[in-house]
């Protein structure tokens, strides 16, 4: 893949750290699979892909995955051959599993990851990564919720400890503090609160489902891709126009 005008602005350097690079992806959703699309346009060598669902209608809204020819189709099948379109050079790994706390060890112990991203909906699954990550010391991004959020401008990149005004944020902050994890976790949150709406279960059994908007679920996936990224790319070291050069000493 030509990753020309990505070298520009981070230097030959930066996309070998890439191609050598692998990341776990947890939850191909609405985030997950935006994350996704953005590793593998820059160049990652390595992505595994893990997600239990099929893509269904109402999915149609948010989720790259969802076209009227993908409904029916594994989520992680439907996105692993979008991402080589983009790459061919690109590794990637379907895992088809529900992520459990049963399970999560053995995909943190798969491979050496440069980062691990957090897109998953249900919360002990949520909870037991975080806190397997923080363990082994694993870089980990979460993605704190978008549903029922209408304001893409208001996520942010932070850590779990300085999140403010984000409901799942200070659910998850409580539990992890009860097993003696106090930081260490970088996420993309929201100051915004959710709105409150009115919902059906689409089947009998199902939890109701959320609102949600492409325009802020596609955003939070961009950041979360953007913070997995930065201590491969190192933007900050690269110099900017306007910045006041100091002389080399003699």
Do not use: Y
Not at 44 to 65: E, K, M, W, Y
Not at 89 to 95: N, P, R, T
């Amino acid at each position: 893949m030509d990753t020309s005008r990505l070298e520009i602005l981070a230097g030959k350097e930066a996309i070998e750290r890439l191609k050598k690079s692998a990341f776990l992806i947890c939850g191909i959703g609405g985030v997950g699979g935006w994350a996704a699309e953005a590793l593998a346009r820059c160049g990652v060598g390595h992505l595994t892909l893990v997600d239990f669902d099929c893509v269904n209608p109402s999915n149609a809204n948010r989720q790259i995955v969802a076209l009227e020819s993908t409904f029916g189709k594994p989520k992680v099948h439907v996105l692993a051959d979008r991402l080589k379109e983009i790459n061919p050079q690109i590794d990637v790994d379907c895992k088809k599993i529900r992520i459990t706390p049963q399970n999560i060890p053995e995909l943190l112990a798969s491979r050496s990851w440069n980062g691990v991203l957090d897109a998953i909906d249900e919360r002990d699954a949520k909870l037991a990564l975080l806190a397997e990550c923080v363990r082994h010391n694993m870089f980990v991004v979460s993605s704190l919720g978008a549903a029922n959020m209408t304001q893409p401008n208001r996520l942010e990149v932070t850590t779990l400890a300085k999140t403010a005004g984000n409901p799942l944020a200070r659910i998850i902050r409580k539990n992890l503090r009860r097993i003696g994890i106090e930081d260490g976790i970088t996420c993309v949150s929201s100051s915004e609160l959710p709105l409150l709406c009115d919902s059906e279960p689409e089947t009998p059994g199902e939890r109701r489902p959320m609102g949600a908007i492409v325009t802020v679920t596609a955003t939070a996936g961009f950041l979360c891709a953007d913070a997995l990224m930065q201590p491969l790319l190192r933007f900050s070291e690269r110099p900017r126009r306007g910045e006041t050069q100091c002389a080399p000493e003699h």
